[in-house]
């Protein structure tokens, strides 16, 4: 029998994440395409950073078909956060910035956010944009493919905290951070330090 889960965070009961999500508003909208694969993972960053921030937005699917008309949101210019040769590096508004960033952010392994490029050519013809230093991902349960990769939800705090500084968005972390904390706890630190400690 499954045990009960919360609606909201999709956690069970008894480790809902709700109390520490918080509500942030942003000048930046974030729209989270997520592959479906990612959306029974435990480590679902993704559906976390849509909960904490108030102008965000997350849609599940490969293909989304209402994809023109989600770019085209008044008010916003849309921009990939994805790396590549022509990706712009991140940095804060300037005066001369009258529309913010609707920042489309693919959700899901390298391979499978590739993927959604792939299948909605629309998303392959926004301008890219990327993080500049980024700290070290937090994200200790999942092997990073390349140095400075990041998991979903740290790397929309990094592109928040690089466009609307001097404001921090590093709260959006706490229920990220208690995740993992509790993942940990359940596998042991032996386990954990046997499959993901430092080598």
Not at 37 to 63: D, Q
Not at 124 to 130: F, G, I, Q
Not at 155 to 162: G, I, M, P, R, Y
Request: one cysteine or more; proline letters at 8%; charged letters at 25%.
């Amino acid at each position: 029998m499954r045990r009960p889960r919360c609606e909201r965070c999709q956690r069970p009961q008894e480790h809902c994440l709700c109390p520490l999500i918080p509500n942030l508003a942003s000048r930046t909208r974030v729209l989270l395409l997520q592959h479906p694969s990612e959306t029974s993972h435990a480590l679902n960053t993704a559906r976390l950073a849509a909960l904490g921030l108030v102008n965000a937005e997350l849609r599940i699917g490969e293909v989304f078909e209402d994809l023109e008309q989600l770019l085209a949101t008044p008010g916003y210019r849309p921009v990939l956060l994805f790396p590549g040769d022509e990706a712009q590096v991140l940095s804060a508004y300037d005066e001369a910035d009258d529309r913010p960033l609707l920042l489309v952010v693919p959700d899901g392994t390298w391979r499978k956010a590739r993927k959604l490029l792939y299948l909605n050519p629309l998303l392959e013809s926004l301008p890219r944009v990327t993080l500049g230093q980024v700290a070290r991902s937090r994200y200790r349960l999942r092997k990073a493919p390349e140095a400075g990769a990041l998991s979903t939800i740290e790397a929309v705090v990094e592109a928040l905290n690089a466009l609307e500084q001097p404001a921090s968005f590093a709260e959006l972390l706490r229920p990220f951070e208690a995740l993992i904390e509790g993942q940990i706890k359940a596998m042991g630190t032996e386990t954990f330090q046997r499959n993901h400690g430092e080598p």
